[in-house]
């Protein structure tokens, strides 16, 4: 008997953080007691397909106990394969039609020989033959997951296991076999991953969750054939999960600004005094302004508060040197009130729930104050004297901001939420009416009906969505595919823009047409696009193209989306309810001026 | 009960759920229908995970009962005492 006693989760802090990483790996033990919990009798199954070459085992019950967590309200179901035949498996599975498809390769789905199982030969004269098999293995795989993807999202985990010393050299010399069978493989994965609806597993991250010298179990792999230890195999699950449904990326970043997007305090030391450099030992501050004009690059919405008099940060903030220019920042509050207050006028501002938004800041104090007055702002402490753990923190902020793809969207929503308060300053100081800012403002609503192919931006806005949605309702990539796929399906993708510039693709509608009648089951509408009347001329749109009688709401009132209640009062002219019925007379006979030009895309 | 008989308690009931805690104590292969390989591999490696142990494959055919596997880590332990 020997005594293990390894655990990953020391490991894990060190790079996470005490916020995320303490329950980041479950145990077995864990993992089955989440499964004895029982969904809803009602529970519509979540399927997933998981193919790989070896027996299964623990990992399908990690993966299933974190699909329980995620969809508590869905019953797990996994479609597993033969054992020894991920070719099979992987073609098996091409015409299922699951929520997603997971993926685990090995070097041995390769070539049997690079597996502790098969007992080919490793001598000299077998390493070409070995790399010739991998690259046609290789291919195979691309063709069969670029069928694959056209059905579900699918999942990948390239070989994770340690190379077995197949080639002759010593163990501390890279060979040029292993060279390039790892150079096939990331081949492969950088292929796979630039199929639309795949996802790779990062492998970084992976050895930051799982050292690779932890990871194969000889005994777990000659006994049942399941070759993971089982911290590894937790850590594959956790990932894998969370590459299936990633939580939603947090819209907006309130930061402080002295000594946390630079170092000094500029009441004290000038705005010639502070400093992101190596010279004054405050580079950390440059890397933390650097991450931070990224994020505002890829749509995410940066905001400073700081108590400082707005005299000397607006000098400071004009320094060319700075990395994050004063033009990614908006709203920037600069007074001696309370943070607390900072933050509600930038919410206003931005016009995003509190739960979307980070606020960074050096002092607990100023953190508990902002906690207490929005519980749900995710409030961090920048370690300003400690460049190892803010080098931690901007990893963290990637999770929180991160996405898979940056839209055309992305780009323009800093400019048009300025645009939109600038418009609002107007009218509240009295220089005209809303109806006269929207009459002058040259509106285009262009509309688009297509479900072929289907717009990525619709499924984004349905899922981040919180004020204008009719029920709050949420879908997973397939289950989205699978609604708009349907034949009596009816969708419509709505894009603004004005004088003053685009808005992009700001609203979804969708719903089933059923003789004279739209049920409307999805309605969303990005809170940039509120007060134009677009919402009306939606809706006129959807009576004139379908030609239909009746639009049902399927409604339900949420904690966050008092702007449709609204809405819906007004047209309806009662409190909506559940399946709420507008008439066509009924919308009709109360007009809403509206002032687009209403276009129809090229795609249709 | 003592913390390592507690703590297989534990691992027997996720394994086998539908065992009150009465049968978990009499378990064996021959009167848990559910005990098949496949619960083997499981409990063994949660146990392994549980205990900070690994069991040797030859001392895996001995271990057929509650009773036996909880002998078995009594004796464990007390070997890692002495180690």
Redesign the interface.
């Known amino acids: 008997m020997k005594v293990s006693g390894t655990r990953l989760r020391s490991t894990a802090m060190l790079r996470y953080g005490p916020e995320s990483s303490a329950d980041l790996l479950m145990k077995l033990i864990e993992a089955l007691e989440i499964l004895r919990t029982e969904p809803p009798a009602d529970a519509r199954t979540f399927q997933v397909c998981l193919v790989s070459g070896f027996n299964p085992l623990h990992f399908q019950t990690f993966l299933t106990a974190r699909i329980c967590q995620m969809f508590p309200k869905r019953r797990p179901e996994i479609i597993g394969g033969l054992y020894g035949d991920i070719w099979g498996n992987l073609k098996r599975v091409a015409e299922a039609n699951a929520d997603v498809c997971v993926v685990l390769m090995e070097f041995a789905d390769f070539d049997p020989r690079l597996g502790i199982r098969g007992l080919g030969s490793w001598g000299p004269e077998a390493l070409t033959d070995i790399l010739h098999n991998a690259e046609m293995r290789s291919e195979q795989f691309l063709e069969a997951i670029r069928t694959l993807c056209k059905n579900m999202p699918v999942v990948i985990s390239f070989p994770t296991l340690p190379l077995q010393p197949v080639s002759f050299t010593q163990g501390w010399q890279a060979s040029s076999f292993d060279l390039e069978l790892r150079a096939i493989v990331s081949s492969l994965s950088l292929e796979a991953s630039r199929c639309s609806n795949v996802r790779v597993i990062n492998p970084e991250r992976l050895d930051q969750l799982s050292p690779p010298t932890n990871r194969f179990n000889v005994k777990s792999e000659l006994v049942s054939g399941f070759p993971y230890g089982l911290p590894h195999a937790s850590a594959i699950a956790e990932l894998m999960s969370r590459a299936i449904q990633p939580p939603m990326p947090k819209k907006g970043l309130i930061t402080d600004l002295d000594d946390t997007l630079w170092s000094g305090i500029l009441g004290e030391v000038g705005v010639d005094g502070v400093s992101w450099d190596l010279d004054r030992r405050s580079h950390m501050h440059g890397v933390y302004q650097r991450l931070l004009h990224a994020l505002s690059e890829t749509g995410i919405l940066i905001a400073a508060a700081s108590k400082n008099a707005t005299e000397i940060v607006d000098e400071a903030l004009a320094r060319e040197d700075l990395l994050m220019p004063r033009s990614a920042l908006f709203p920037v509050e600069a007074h001696w009130g309370p943070k607390s207050q900072s933050v509600s006028r930038i919410l206003e501002a931005w016009n995003i729930g509190s739960d979307s938004v980070v606020f960074i800041d050096d002092s607990p104090m100023e953190l508990a104050e902002v906690k207490a007055a929005h519980p749900e702002v995710e409030c961090i402490l920048f370690p300003k004297d400690d460049p190892q753990a803010i080098d931690g923190l901007l990893y963290r902020l990637r999770d929180l901001f991160g996405k898979a793809a940056v839209s055309e969207e992305d780009s323009i929503r800093r400019e048009s939420i300025r645009r939109l308060r600038v418009r609002e300053e107007q009218i509240e100081s009295g220089q005209g009416t809303a109806d006269d800012f929207l009459r002058q403002s040259e509106a285009e609503l262009t509309l688009s009906f297509s479900k072929d192919p289907l717009e990525p931006r619709a499924l984004e806005l349905v899922n981040k969505t919180n004020q204008f949605n009719l029920n709050g309702k949420r879908y997973t990539e397939a289950s989205w595919q699978k609604y708009i796929n349907q034949t009596d399906t009816v969708f419509m993708l709505a894009a603004y823009r004005d004088k003053y510039g685009p808005l992009g693709k700001i609203a979804v509608l969708a719903g089933r047409k059923m003789h004279r009648e739209i049920s409307l089951t999805m309605w969303v509408m990005s809170c940039r696009a509120f007060s134009r009347r677009i919402e009306h001329r939606c809706l006129r749109e959807l009576f004139e193209r379908y030609d239909v009688d009746q639009i049902e709401f399927d409604f339900q009132c949420t904690s966050k989306n008092r702007p449709i209640q609204d809405f819906l009062a007004e047209v309806l002219g009662e409190s909506p309810t559940s399946q709420c019925k507008l008439s066509r007379k009924q919308f009709m006979e109360r007009p809403t001026e509206t002032f687009q030009r209403v276009l129809q895309a090229a795609n249709g | 009960m003592d913390d390592t008989q507690a703590r297989l308690v ?2 027997f009931s ?2 086998f ?1 539908s065992l009150s805690r009465e049968d978990v104590l009499q378990a064996s292969t021959t009167n848990v229908k559910a005990w098949d390989s ?1 619960a083997s ?2 409990l063994f ?2 146990i ?3 205990y ?6 030859e ?1 895996l055919a001995e271990m057929v009962s509650f009773e036996r596997i909880l002998a078995y880590l009594r004796k ?1 332990n007390v ?2 005492e002495k ?1």
Do not use: F, L
């Open positions: 534990r691992c996720a394994v759920p496949v591999v499981t490696a949660m392994e995970e549980e900070g142990i690994e069991v040797d494959v001392d464990s070997r890692k180690q």
